[in-house]
């Protein structure tokens, strides 16, 4: 079946670099997608999203880029900090049958480093 | 400020028995999901509502039953708990299709 999967399992970043978390997707009929944030011992928290009609969105030192073209989603963090340091998952709302529920991908740690 | 509450944050349990992990929304929202997750590892969806008295499994198979008699209230039990039950169980809700989900903390299961 058609899924999300991401590229890198593990990321580690030094303190103060750019991160870039990428997420392949299948389901062309996705339309909206979304990345959550999860600390250690807490449940996913939400960083930001983006709909099929951007290929770009900003936030407080975060940027997702959506290339629908190869079914492409990334996650920019500027000037990573050690706070930054958790798994990234990437979800999308999948085909129109999917009841809207999430697909999400399997998840990326980063781990920031001194 | 969380809107979703998950209870226990942590449980332990002796094999056999049952439990029921609770979660409850403020937000009105109709939609509501739990998920299994195992540390360090991807969420699985095992059971969703998109109201009272809707309930569907999900794409994980599981032993777990769930109700939905109040929208703000979604609780998931195990009848007889078991050691493959030991896992991370989060609990979500939305307010659509085209929106994000608001997770609660979880609850963190362990049967021994």
């Known amino acids: 079946g058609e899924s999300v999967g991401l590229h890198l399992p593990t990321l580690s970043v030094q303190e103060g670099d750019n991160s870039i978390i990428n997420c392949a997707y299948s389901n062309s009929a996705s339309d909206y997608f979304i990345w959550y944030k999860q600390e250690s011992g807490k449940g996913p928290q939400f960083i930001i999203d983006?709909?099929?009609?951007?290929d770009k969105r900003q936030g407080q030192r975060v940027t997702v880029l959506l290339n629908k073209t190869v079914k492409h989603l990334s996650l920019q963090i500027a000037a990573t900090q050690p706070g930054d340091s958790a798994v990234y998952f990437c979800a999308e709302n999948g085909a129109t049958d999917s009841w809207g529920k999430l697909q999400f991908g399997a998840g990326t740690q980063v781990v920031v480093t001194p | 400020e969380a809107d979703i509450y998950q209870t226990p944050r942590y449980l332990v349990i002796g094999t056999g028995k049952k439990i029921t992990l609770e979660c409850s929304q403020t937000m009105g929202h109709d939609k509501m999901y739990w998920y299994q997750q195992d540390p360090g590892m991807e969420l699985h969806l095992i059971h969703y509502s998109y109201g009272v008295n809707s309930t569907e499994k999900g794409d994980l198979s599981s032993e777990s039953t769930v109700s939905r008699i109040r929208t703000e209230h979604f609780p998931l039990t195990l009848e007889s708990a078991r050691p493959s039950h030991t896992s991370q169980y989060l609990c979500?809700?939305?307010?659509?299709?085209?929106?994000?989900?608001?997770f609660g903390s979880g609850t963190r299961l362990t049967v021994v």
């Open positions: 983006i709909r099929s009609n951007m």
């Open positions: 979500a809700s939305s307010v659509g299709t085209d929106y994000g989900y608001t």
